[in-house]
């Protein structure tokens, strides 16, 4: 079981997506490579402004790119509670570092339920549930 935990955990940070979806949550501001644009600039509170279903259809290259990344990053909070779930890992094996995240996710915890919901991701919540940090967050 920790073997898988730790594969991923692994893949979470290995794919480029999703780690820039974790940058994005561990970054006041941060320069990122988008694919035929060059770089953007992406500041910590641009995230929640992508994230807000209103702006789903926004053309917005630097939204699209943060729904791009944060779609990656929920992705794999999604396959950890799957995992948990089927009896393939535990909560403690991906606990840590997903704990960092969650807590920062839980600062702008409506944005981030209202996404999760309009992208079907069906374990992302029960995942987040599962820290102390989100359930009390307002």
């Known amino acids: ?9 692994d893949e ?15 970054s006041w501001s941060r320069t990122y490579p988008v694919p035929g644009k060059g770089k953007i600039r992406i500041y910590w509170e641009d995230v929640p402004k992508a994230l807000k279903v209103a702006t789903i259809g926004s053309s917005d290259t630097k ?5 791009e990344c944060c779609d990656g990053f ?16 535990t909560f403690e094996d991906v606990r840590t570092p ?3 995240y969650v807590e920062m ?3 702008d915890k409506g944005v981030w339920i209202s996404y999760i919901e ?3 991701y069906e374990h992302v919540i029960q995942f987040l549930s599962r ?8």
């Open 1 to 9: 079981q920790a073997d898988s935990g730790k594969k991923l955990i």
């Open 12 to 26: 979470l940070f290995s794919e480029q997506v999703s780690y820039f979806g974790a940058q994005m949550l561990d």
């Open 63 to 67: 939204s699209e790119f943060i729904r």
């Open 74 to 89: 929920l992705f794999h909070l999604d396959r950890f509670e799957h995992f948990i779930q089927a009896g393939l890992t």
């Open 98 to 100: 997903s704990k960092y």
């Open 105 to 107: 996710m839980a600062e």
């Open 118 to 120: 309009y992208c079907k």
């Open 131 to 138: 820290f102390p940090q989100w359930r009390e967050a307002r």
